[in-house]
């Protein structure tokens, strides 16, 4: 069974930083492309940032120099390090594994929500 489990969301003031981890079961962790994806109120859900099996690393032009993405495989973990959070990354932001072969197969985590306000 495919589970995608989010964690480290929450709140924080303008400026700060928040870690966001998502584990992943290892039959998709090992050869899926894994990613990060958020939606604010009212908008669609767009990619934030996402890694290749082979650690190739994509970011939206929001997420460059504030984001870092990575992925531990000794735990089937990959995490979001947010740093000089803005007040319009507020969103629930989710985990994702695309299948980087068979197009249209993908996974999703349930969400975690992160607010940036003072």
């Known amino acids: 069974q495919v589970q995608l489990v989010e964690s480290g969301g929450g709140l924080v003031q303008p400026g700060g930083s928040l870690r966001l981890s998502c584990a992943a079961s290892t039959t998709i962790f090992n050869f899926y492309t894994m990613g990060w994806y958020r939606q604010a109120p009212g908008k669609q859900r767009e990619l934030v940032a996402s890694i290749t099996r082979g650690d190739s690393t994509t970011y939206a032009d929001s997420a460059k120099g504030r984001f870092t993405i990575s992925r531990d495989n000794a735990l089937n973990t990959v995490h979001l390090q947010m740093n000089s959070l803005k007040p319009e990354d507020t969103a629930v932001y989710y985990c994702?594994?695309?299948?980087?072969?068979?197009?249209?197969?993908?996974?999703w985590g349930k969400g975690t929500l992160v607010t940036v306000s003072s």
């Open positions: 994702n594994a695309r299948n980087p072969v068979i197009k249209g197969i993908s996974y």
